[in-house]
């Protein structure tokens, strides 16, 4: 996720990093009591833990459904199992807009750990994340198995083999997750796209849909800098009223840009609002309680619950 260029030594030059620091935007706002944050913290863990064990089996069964079917069943669980988690963090989510087709690549900016399972919840597919993770424990074995693509991030050599394999799986017709920052951002301050995810787009013939994230409040998601992710996952259950909103914004349609920078701006423009207006109506998950729902981490590859550093996750994308 983040890559706050204070971490670890001085990055490599094409890797991108934030100047955004827990001290720019962390804090707490409105909070809820302590035992009430300790049990949605519980809650969670327990969510995930039981998607961890149910895995393997809901993995059996969409194999045996065939690929098409077992892709949707797939899908399914990620989706329910997102929202769970993040219904037992108390984090609420709000919809905007209306997904286009299955198989474009997604593209979003980057705030928080909270993303992943946010944009799980309501356009699952295959996760792009750093070569890392498939070494995790639990976790790691998780990731791989819910396809995701992994990148070696400090060997630059590999790159065109990523970009392969995600234009492959687009024009095989799945749906790709990136973050085209490289590096999570506080919300307030924004990072460029960065290009070579979208060669993947324009070798599959493949659609983009940019997705905008925000937080409400924004300090109580923001996972920047030296945060940690217990720090993070507190902040997030201590909230008050956390609201997640992501807008699905127009499709970028298949061949309307000539090369993956022109693409990465159009895409850059769209997430930031300078783009054409999103489709209008806003609408909320089924099973949600008034106009807003409840959701959170299902196929989480970025995190695990340890002391890592947001600067020390990150899942850097070289342009």
Same mark, same amino acid.
């Given at each position: 996720?983040?890559?706050?260029?204070? !971490?670890?030594?001085?990055?490599?030059?094409?890797?991108?990093?934030?100047?955004? *620091?827990?001290?720019?935007?962390?804090?707490?706002?409105? *909070?809820?009591?302590?035992?009430?944050?300790?049990?949605?913290?519980?809650?969670?863990?327990?969510?995930?833990? &039981?998607? $961890?064990?149910?895995?393997?089996?809901?993995?059996?069964?969409?194999?045996?459904?065939? #690929?098409?079917?077992? *892709?949707?069943?797939?899908? #399914?669980?990620?989706?329910?199992?997102s929202?769970?988690?993040?219904?037992?963090?108390?984090?609420?989510?709000?919809?905007t807009?209306h997904?286009?087709?299955? =198989?474009? +690549?997604?593209?979003?900016?980057?705030?928080?750990? +909270?993303?992943?399972?946010?944009?799980?919840?309501?356009?699952? =597919?295959?996760?792009?994340?750093?070569?890392?993770?498939a070494?995790?424990? $639990? +976790?790691?074995?998780?990731?791989?198995g819910?396809?995701?693509?992994?990148?070696?991030?400090?060997?630059?050599?590999?790159?065109?083999? *990523?970009?392969?394999?995600?234009?492959?799986?687009?024009?095989?017709?799945?749906?790709?997750?990136?973050?085209?920052?490289?590096?999570?951002?506080?919300?307030?301050? !924004? =990072?460029?796209?960065?290009?070579?995810?979208?060669?993947? &787009? +324009?070798?599959?013939?493949?659609?983009?849909?940019?997705? #905008?994230?925000?937080?409400?409040?924004?300090?109580?998601?923001?996972?920047?800098?030296d945060?940690?992710?217990?720090?993070?996952?507190?902040?997030?259950?201590? &909230?008050?009223?956390l609201?997640?909103?992501?807008r699905?914004?127009?499709?970028?349609?298949?061949?309307?840009?000539?090369?993956?920078?022109?693409?990465?701006?159009?895409?850059?423009?769209?997430?930031?609002?300078?783009?054409?207006?999103?489709?209008?109506?806003?609408?909320?998950?089924?099973?949600?309680?008034?106009?807003?729902?409840?959701?959170?981490?299902?196929?989480?590859?970025?995190?695990?619950?340890?002391?890592?550093?947001?600067?020390?996750?990150?899942?850097?994308?070289?342009?």
């Amino acid at each position: 996720m983040d890559g706050h260029p204070g !971490q670890r030594g001085a990055p490599s030059p094409w890797l991108p990093g934030a100047p955004c *620091t827990p001290g720019d935007c962390a804090g707490h706002g409105r *909070t809820v009591s302590a035992p009430t944050a300790a049990a949605r913290l519980s809650a969670g863990l327990l969510t995930v833990l &039981a998607g $961890v064990l149910i895995a393997p089996v809901a993995a059996l069964v969409a194999a045996a459904a065939g #690929r098409r079917t077992g *892709t949707r069943l797939r899908h #399914r669980a990620a989706a329910r199992w997102s929202r769970a988690v993040l219904g037992a963090l108390g984090v609420r989510v709000r919809i905007t807009g209306h997904p286009g087709a299955p =198989g474009a +690549l997604v593209v979003a900016n980057h705030i928080s750990w +909270l993303d992943i399972p946010l944009i799980a919840a309501v356009l699952p =597919g295959r996760m792009l994340a750093k070569a890392e993770i498939a070494r995790w424990p $639990v +976790l790691g074995a998780l990731a791989a198995g819910g396809g995701t693509v992994f990148l070696e991030r400090d060997r630059l050599r590999t790159l065109p083999g *990523t970009v392969r394999t995600m234009a492959s799986a687009l024009a095989q017709g799945a749906r790709i997750v990136a973050f085209p920052e490289g590096s999570t951002w506080c919300g307030r301050r !924004q =990072g460029r796209f960065r290009h070579a995810v979208f060669q993947a &787009a +324009l070798d599959a013939g493949a659609a983009v849909q940019p997705v #905008r994230v925000t937080y409400r409040p924004t300090a109580a998601a923001a996972f920047v800098g030296d945060d940690t992710l217990p720090a993070s996952l507190w902040r997030v259950a201590r &909230a008050g009223g956390l609201t997640a909103e992501i807008r699905l914004l127009p499709v970028i349609p298949a061949g309307s840009h000539p090369d993956r920078r022109s693409l990465a701006r159009a895409a850059e423009r769209a997430v930031r609002g300078s783009g054409p207006p999103p489709s209008p109506g806003r609408r909320t998950h089924p099973g949600t309680v008034a106009s807003e729902s409840a959701n959170l981490p299902a196929e989480s590859v970025h995190h695990r619950a340890s002391s890592m550093s947001a600067a020390a996750s990150s899942a850097r994308t070289p342009s």
